[in-house]
């Protein structure tokens, strides 16, 4: 297929846009460029691409197009949080403008790029163990912007569907693992980070939330294997991109990179406190009626693979802490007047 691939310089996309085209896929890709030169070791593959703000996107530059995976947002809640109406205006309802002119350019299908963070704050009491396995038809319970804008474009798009328009949604669990464009605000990756450049597994707090993790390579499969399914198995719906069994609470994360970093050891914040995101899910809907995606990595073997990475490249926690951290990125740009106050390229 003839595929548009939305923040294709992002930590996703820039794994995904080389997967696409080892399927056999003609990718071409569409990126403001905030992230483009935020890259940890050789430059990435170049593929085509459009340079747009996702909030100027129309029909024209769609047409001919068979498919849009749409990965472009404010990519988390640090910087969602910074301003909450400009993650609406970017993730939903510039999402929303793009689906519509996708389908008036008559692309068929459409693959979002959802979040289980729209789970947010999950089900149960005090206790940890007490958490469910949450499937599609759960109810949500977002706590920051960027939650709650990921269950406004599944609603509005899904609104959009029709039987020459075709979305699914990917509600991807928490992502780790090594991509060229890496990041280093997720939770794997930076305790990875943090275990081999001060032999501390830190964590912010207290570890006693669970949350649903998935590898970066496993990611851009599902994507591949959801463009590929039958439009009547996966027309409208969404799926939780996770293994049912790689849920986990972040203290026994940090235990596991402890255990795969020599010489590292878990460590506490003073300030420590309970995270309110906190929830675990079940993969086994996308198991189930999506055969062609089966997940490879474990939270283990993506420590592995990011202590690897991190050595052979040299890692610093300068670079760490600086350029891979998407909101210092931002910060950066908007404090060099490269970008303004609404995110837009400066002349």
């Not at 595929?3 to 080892?22: D, F, K, P, S």
């Not at 979305?167 to 081999?196: E, H, K, M, Q």
């Not at 970093?261 to 993969?283: I, K, M, Q």
Request: hydrophobic share 40%; proline share 5%.
């Amino acid at each position: 297929m003839r595929v548009l691939l939305t923040g294709h310089e992002g930590y996703i996309g820039t794994v995904l846009a080389v997967r696409l085209r080892e399927a056999g896929h003609d990718v071409v890709g569409l990126d403001t460029g905030y992230f483009a030169d935020c890259v940890l070791g050789p430059a990435p593959a170049d593929i085509p691409a459009l340079r747009l703000d996702l909030r100027d996107v129309t029909p024209e530059p769609l047409a001919g197009f068979d498919a849009v995976m749409h990965l472009a947002a404010l990519c988390n809640d640090p910087i969602g949080n910074l301003n909450p109406q400009l993650t609406y205006e970017i993730n939903h309802r510039a999402s929303v403008r793009l689906a519509d002119a996708a389908r008036t350019a008559g692309v068929t299908r459409f693959l979002f790029s959802s979040s289980c963070s729209l789970y947010g704050a999950g089900l149960g009491g005090d206790d940890p163990t007490d958490r469910p396995f949450l499937d599609e038809n759960a109810g949500f319970a977002p706590v920051t912007p960027y939650g709650e804008s990921k269950i406004l474009s599944e609603q509005d798009i899904t609104a959009l569907a029709d039987d020459d328009f075709s979305p699914t949604f990917l509600r991807n669990a928490t992502a780790y693992g090594f991509s060229p464009r890496l990041r280093g605000d997720i939770v794997v990756n930076d305790l990875t980070a943090s275990a081999l450049l001060t032999g501390e597994v830190r964590l912010l707090s207290d570890g006693r939330a669970w949350r649903p993790l998935i590898h970066v390579e496993d990611i851009a499969a599902a994507f591949i294997a959801l463009l590929e399914a039958p439009r009547e198995v996966v027309h409208g719906k969404a799926y939780n991109i996770a293994q049912t069994s790689e849920n986990y609470l972040i203290r026994d994360v940090a235990e596991l990179v402890a255990e795969v970093v020599p010489g590292s050891r878990v460590t506490f914040a003073d300030n420590a406190a309970t995270d309110l995101r906190d929830y675990r899910v079940s993969g086994d809907l996308v198991a189930a009626e999506v055969p062609g995606f089966k997940p490879q990595w474990t939270v283990r073997t993506g420590a592995e693979q990011l202590l690897e990475a991190y050595q052979r490249h040299g890692l610093t926690e300068e670079a760490f802490r600086g350029r891979f951290q998407r909101i210092r990125r931002i910060q950066q740009l908007t404090g060099d007047g490269r970008i303004d106050g609404e995110l837009r390229w400066s002349a």
